[in-house]
């Protein structure tokens, strides 16, 4: 009785009270989501798409920049899209481990601690580091489509994962059209920018 009690406290945050048990993760609770809160939920898919767009387009000629070749390139595309294919299963251990809100503070802090690590690297290889431990847990649009899916009315959850596709969707190609921009002037501004959006979604939690 204390674990559950524990469980409905750390959601109220972010839930509102319904008649229908759900269960994500850890958390077992007779809730689902108030509209509010899958609206801010869209929103953070939407600024994590549009970190990620910021971010991976310009990455190479970056890593160029620094003094890195084309098998450098090339490492840092096998690495992270290797840690890409394990991204899954890592995220799954945090959520099995933590409460919703808490699996994704975890996922938000890597996010951000990489991308400063990107900021003041100057050897390619840390580059790399930092974009692989991105890598392994890029996966919070994911994580958001499995909130909506668990802890939505069926029927409500259908349209809001078809919004929050689109909204995903569209970061990924607004990302790389701003960063293109900003890269001229420098990719740091590209990265400051992916970590302010990082820190803004947790103001959405």
Not at 1 to 9: A, C, V
Not at 15 to 33: A, C, M
Not at 157 to 182: E, R, S, W
């Amino acid at each position: 009785m204390r674990n559950r009690n524990q469980s409905t406290r750390s959601l109220t945050l972010i839930i509102e009270p319904r008649h229908n048990r759900r269960r994500f993760g850890q958390s077992t609770v007779n809730q689902v989501l108030s509209f509010d809160t899958v609206c801010k939920l869209q929103v953070i898919a939407f600024f994590d798409s549009m970190s990620y767009g910021l971010m991976y387009a310009f990455m190479s000629p970056h890593i160029v920049r620094l003094g890195g070749n084309h098998l450098t390139v090339g490492i840092l595309t096998s690495v992270c899209s290797a840690c890409q294919l394990l991204s899954g299963s890592v995220v799954k251990l945090i959520k099995d481990e933590y409460r919703p809100r808490e699996s994704m503070l975890i996922l938000f802090t890597i996010a951000i601690l990489s991308n400063l690590l990107i900021v003041v690297a100057k050897n390619y290889w840390i580059v790399i580091l930092a974009r692989s431990i991105y890598s392994l847990t890029n996966q919070v649009p994911k994580f958001t489509k499995a909130i909506l899916t668990q802890l939505c009315i069926a029927h409500d959850a259908k349209i809001h994962l078809q919004i929050t596709d689109i909204l995903t969707k569209l970061g990924l190609l607004i990302g790389p059209v701003i960063a293109g921009y900003l890269f001229e002037t420098g990719f740091v501004f590209s990265c400051l920018l992916a970590t302010t959006l990082a820190v803004s979604k947790i103001g959405f939690l």
